[in-house]
């Protein structure tokens, strides 16, 4: 698609990456579009993980790009081969993740994310490169857009590409997502899941091949990042993670435990409790009352993560044995009688109990977004469940009692009706939480 060039802009006085076309295609008008269309869409983005665009132009018939210079290497060069530590993998991961949620939430599929379409500078900051083949999708739709290419025309790297790109066929957010289970395969391995000695063979183990366990390569390996991995990796898109919104989820949640910081920079100088704090989903991190509890300490924080522990641990216990599930949506958890900040604790409590639970890989957990379209909805659990074609529906409520936080939970079997499984959890640890939301005398909250 390009030659680049290290260049120094004399205006500014800095150094930019040029990109330019070979002149082999100088003069191909698809070639030229294609190239002008990188340059719209990667600027159209602003976010720290993606190369910035500066200018756009023509210098005689050559068209050129001046991007952002980053100092650094490619992923595929830092890997070298070789597997990265939880940790760093982990931390790039959510870095690329967000990238990725940006380009999506902005209608964009990029179609060929690959380790050497990733920057890492010293610092370990991650870098998105290369929009040159992405499509952008229509508004409310899983599809993208129809463009000149010939039908059956495919793009992108053929190790690297999904099934359905592999086919021709049209490629939408999930495509994207198998793209980056396969950086992620390659950071905890070491290895391309899917290379072949040639590219014919290499589509074809693709389509049709699994990939080998990446325990079985690297056993070091958690197994909750090996079945995300597996799960990215699935050949039919139904089966992946619907959006890259719930692959953050769960990196996060994997982030938090390990206490590994996430993708702002400003993470970095945190001391280990303010790490944690961070690590939460975002809908646990806004609100007055957090406002107040960061003031106060971690207290209302850790106890967050205490409530989604007891919560996703009691779920966890039922998804194996006799009489288990093996799929199920979690509806968005309610608020009602308790003041209107705690909706932000119901979400991401709800939010971060979809994270945990798709780290099973034996359960088939419908995804944040599509359970998202049933907020706010008087819905019976069960119409829900045959809707989605789901075994079981959990439904939450989040009440505050006397100076206590209390989360009601029902598991309902929707073949019957029947309650699988209830909990009112109150967890001590809470109490922090009312404490720092109740107002001090002759003060605000």
């Given at each position: 698609m390009g030659e680049v060039y290290r260049a120094e802009d004399s205006r500014l006085g800095r150094q930019v990456a040029l990109k330019v076309l070979p002149p082999a295609l100088v003069s191909n008008i698809a070639s030229r579009a294609r190239f002008f269309r990188e340059a719209r869409l990667a600027a159209s983005l602003d976010h720290p993980n993606i190369c910035t665009i500066y200018e756009v132009g023509e210098a005689g018939d050559v068209p050129f790009i001046s991007m952002q210079y980053v100092d650094g290497d490619t992923l595929q060069h830092v890997l070298d081969a070789r597997p990265l530590g939880v940790d760093r993998l982990l931390s790039i991961a959510l870095q690329v993740a967000d990238a990725l949620g940006v380009a999506h939430a902005a209608g964009i599929v990029h179609r060929d994310i690959k380790s050497s379409n990733i920057m890492v500078t010293?610092?370990?900051?991650?870098?998105?490169?290369?929009?040159?083949?992405?499509?952008?999708?229509?508004?409310?739709?899983?599809?993208?857009?129809?463009?000149?290419?010939?039908?059956?025309?495919?793009?992108?790297?053929?190790?690297?590409?999904?099934?359905?790109?592999?086919?021709?066929?049209?490629?939408?957010?999930?495509?994207?997502?198998?793209?980056?289970?396969t950086v992620l395969y390659e950071m905890a391995s070491g290895r391309v899941p899917f290379s072949r000695p040639s590219a014919p063979e290499t589509m074809n183990a693709v389509i049709n091949e699994p990939h080998t366990p990446v325990r079985e390569i690297n056993p070091q390996i958690p197994p909750p990042l090996a079945n995300l991995i597996d799960r990215a990796l699935a050949k039919d898109p139904a089966h992946r993670y619907q959006s890259i919104e719930d692959v953050r989820v769960v990196l996060r949640s994997m982030a938090q435990a390990a206490h590994v910081v996430g993708s702002s920079p400003e993470e970095s100088r945190l001391s280990p409790s303010r790490r944690r704090l961070a690590a939460l989903p975002a809908t646990l991190r806004r609100g007055r009352w957090l406002h107040t509890a960061r003031r106060r300490g971690i207290a209302a924080a850790a106890a967050a993560i205490i409530l989604v522990a007891a919560i996703s641990g009691g779920l966890t216990r039922l998804t194996s044995g006799t009489g288990?599930?093996?799929?199920?949506?979690?509806?968005?958890?309610?608020?009602?009688?308790?003041?209107?900040?705690?909706?932000?604790?119901?979400?991401?409590?709800?939010?971060?109990?979809?994270?945990?639970?798709?780290?099973?890989?034996?359960?088939?957990?419908?995804?944040?977004?599509?359970?998202?379209?049933?907020?706010?909805?008087?819905?019976?659990?069960?119409?829900?469940?045959?809707?989605?074609?789901?075994?079981?529906?959990?439904?939450?409520?989040?009440?505050?009692?006397?100076?206590?936080?209390?989360?009601?939970?029902?598991?309902?079997?929707?073949?019957?009706?029947?309650?699988?499984?209830?909990?009112?959890?109150?967890?001590?640890?809470?109490?922090?939480?009312?404490?720092?939301?109740?107002?001090?005398?002759?003060?605000?909250?």
């Open positions: 010293p610092s370990d900051q991650a870098k998105v490169l290369d929009f040159g083949i992405s499509r952008v999708l229509q508004p409310g739709s899983e599809t993208d857009v129809p463009s000149s290419t010939s039908s059956g025309a495919f793009f992108g790297t053929p190790s690297d590409m999904a099934p359905e790109q592999a086919r021709g066929e049209p490629a939408d957010s999930r495509s994207d997502i198998f793209a980056f289970g288990s599930f093996d799929s199920v949506a979690v509806l968005p958890f309610v608020h009602e009688n308790t003041p209107a900040d705690l909706e932000y604790l119901a979400e991401g409590i709800g939010e971060s109990v979809t994270g945990r639970l798709s780290q099973l890989s034996q359960v088939r957990v419908m995804a944040r977004t599509t359970m998202s379209t049933y907020r706010g909805r008087d819905i019976d659990p069960r119409a829900v469940g045959r809707e989605l074609g789901v075994k079981a529906v959990l439904t939450g409520e989040v009440l505050q009692d006397d100076n206590r936080i209390v989360v009601r939970l029902e598991l309902v079997d929707v073949k019957d009706g029947a309650r699988l499984w209830g909990r009112r959890v109150r967890p001590t640890a809470l109490r922090a939480l009312c404490a720092a939301r109740r107002p001090r005398a002759g003060g605000l909250p």
